[in-house]
């Protein structure tokens, strides 16, 4: 394992090459970060940056763009191609005016230069949304200095026999935390636009299903795929960052990093200091709830089985209100894309 270190001039010419560079110059071992929302996903792709030779991309969702296409796994058309390349576009710019984590080297005003030197690249050699995928990756980790690449999409693992048949020797990393803390803080989080999330998709149910559906998700696929599959949970993450990230880097057979720095301005899922609100633990019926449906799972993977705080006449009016905020946010949304039809 050497440290990859081209020059500045090299750099310059292969992030903005013409022609395609994935997979001839790519490293061998991509990475995903999965998970649920709420669960520090952000702070490890940005720690997993720090590694001397990744680049992880907090926050992709291309697959998701390419789907609203219609793009599939089918060699993209120009109009297909067009529409993603804006839409990375604005990746980049809003990472550099909003963002916080694994910020790319390539500046904002470069953009639209990567994204014409992609373009061409694509009409010359045509390819999927997962090679566009991988390539625009592959191009921000160069920009760092660095081979590999990743990103994170923390529902990506409910596509994940896709993404292992698309990529070789991809690495899928589960990003596990406490349900109780990942309901908790998805329902005390900042009711703010701007922010990093929406406290009216909370609902007990809905996200103790989808974690329990996550951490079934890493069982299946840790013993079908267990090269490829690894597992952090949050409460060890956060208390040595440092010791946590290395540990993938053995796994993955990369160089370690030296030091994990803190963003200067992380989301509201990690903070060292919150308000009082941040903190506000579940309801006794809500705790119950997230212990019927996710018990097993909770102990299958290493986590506590809390004490449950008392039940309270209080519980009921809580989960009727959140039920009527979570259903008027989702019949708001439907009826917004119907309209935009």
Same mark, same amino acid.
């Given at each position: 394992?050497?440290?990859?270190?081209?020059?500045?001039?090299d750099?310059?010419?292969?992030?903005f @090459?013409?022609?395609? &560079?994935?997979?001839?110059?790519?490293g061998?071992t991509?990475?995903?970060v999965?998970?649920?929302?709420?669960?520090?996903?952000?702070?490890?792709?940005?720690?997993?940056?720090q590694?001397?030779?990744?680049y992880?991309?907090?926050?992709?969702?291309?697959i998701?763009?390419?789907?609203?296409?219609?793009?599939g796994?089918?060699?993209?058309?120009?109009?297909?191609?067009d529409?993603?390349?804006?839409?990375?576009?604005?990746?980049?710019?809003a990472?550099h005016?909003?963002?916080?984590?694994?910020?790319?080297?390539?500046e904002?005003?470069r953009?639209?230069?990567?994204?014409?030197?992609?373009?061409?690249?694509?009409l010359k050699?045509?390819g999927?949304?997962?090679?566009?995928?991988?390539?625009?990756?592959?191009?921000?980790?160069?920009?760092k200095?660095?081979?590999?690449?990743?990103?994170?999409?923390?529902?990506?693992? &409910?596509?994940?026999?896709?993404?292992?048949? @698309?990529?070789?020797?991809?690495?899928?990393?589960f990003?596990m935390?406490?349900?109780?803390?990942?309901?908790?803080?998805?329902?005390?989080?900042?009711?703010?636009?701007?922010?990093?999330?929406?406290?009216?998709r909370?609902?007990?149910?809905?996200?103790?299903?989808?974690?329990?559906?996550?951490?079934?998700?890493?069982?299946?696929?840790?013993?079908?795929?267990?090269?490829?599959?690894?597992l952090?949970?949050?409460?060890e993450?956060?208390?040595?960052?440092?010791a946590?990230?290395?540990?993938l880097?053995t796994?993955?057979?990369?160089?370690?990093?030296?030091?994990?720095?803190?963003?200067?301005?992380?989301?509201?899922?990690?903070?060292?200091?919150?308000?009082?609100?941040?903190?506000?633990?579940?309801?006794?019926?809500?705790?119950?709830?997230?212990?019927?449906i996710?018990?097993?799972?909770?102990? @299958?993977?290493?986590?506590?089985?809390?004490?449950?705080?008392?039940?309270?006449?209080?519980?009921?009016?809580?989960?009727?209100?959140?039920t009527?905020?979570?259903?008027?946010?989702h019949?708001?949304e439907?009826?917004?894309?119907?309209?935009?039809r």
């Open positions: 394992m050497t440290e990859f270190e081209p020059s500045s001039a750099v310059e010419k292969q992030v @090459a013409t022609e395609r &560079l994935w997979p001839e110059r790519s061998d991509p990475l995903i999965v998970g649920l929302p709420r669960s520090g996903t952000s702070f490890l792709s940005h720690a997993l940056s590694l001397p030779d990744y992880v991309f907090d926050d992709l969702y291309l998701t763009q390419s789907a609203a296409r219609r793009a796994d089918a060699v993209l058309s120009a109009a297909q191609l529409k993603l390349l804006y839409f990375l576009g604005w990746q980049i710019r990472r005016r909003f963002g916080s984590y694994a910020i790319p080297a390539v904002d005003t953009a639209e230069d990567l994204n014409n030197a992609l373009r061409k690249s694509f050699r045509p999927t949304a997962l090679d566009l995928q991988a390539e625009w990756l592959l191009r921000l980790a160069i920009a200095g660095a081979r590999n690449w990743g990103f994170k999409m923390p529902k990506a693992f &409910l596509q994940a026999p896709r993404l292992f048949a @698309a990529y070789e020797n991809v690495q899928l990393i990003m935390r406490q349900p109780e803390d990942v309901l908790a803080s998805y329902k005390n989080m900042p009711n703010d636009p701007t922010g990093d999330g929406d406290p009216r909370y609902h007990p149910l809905v996200y103790a299903l989808y974690w329990r559906l996550a951490a079934r998700s890493f069982e299946r696929l840790s013993q079908r795929f267990p090269d490829k599959t690894h952090v949970r949050f409460h993450f956060v208390a040595d960052p440092l946590q990230t290395n540990n880097a796994q993955i057979r990369t160089l370690p990093a030296q030091q994990i720095t803190k963003p200067p301005n992380p989301n509201s899922s990690y903070r060292d200091k919150g308000t009082k609100a941040a903190h506000k633990p579940l309801t006794g019926l809500e705790a119950r709830i997230v212990r019927y996710c018990g097993r799972e909770m102990e @299958a993977l290493g986590f506590d089985t809390r004490p449950l705080p008392q039940l309270a006449l209080s519980d009921i009016a809580d989960l009727v209100r959140n009527a905020v979570w259903l008027s946010f019949v708001g439907a009826f917004a894309r119907v309209q935009k």
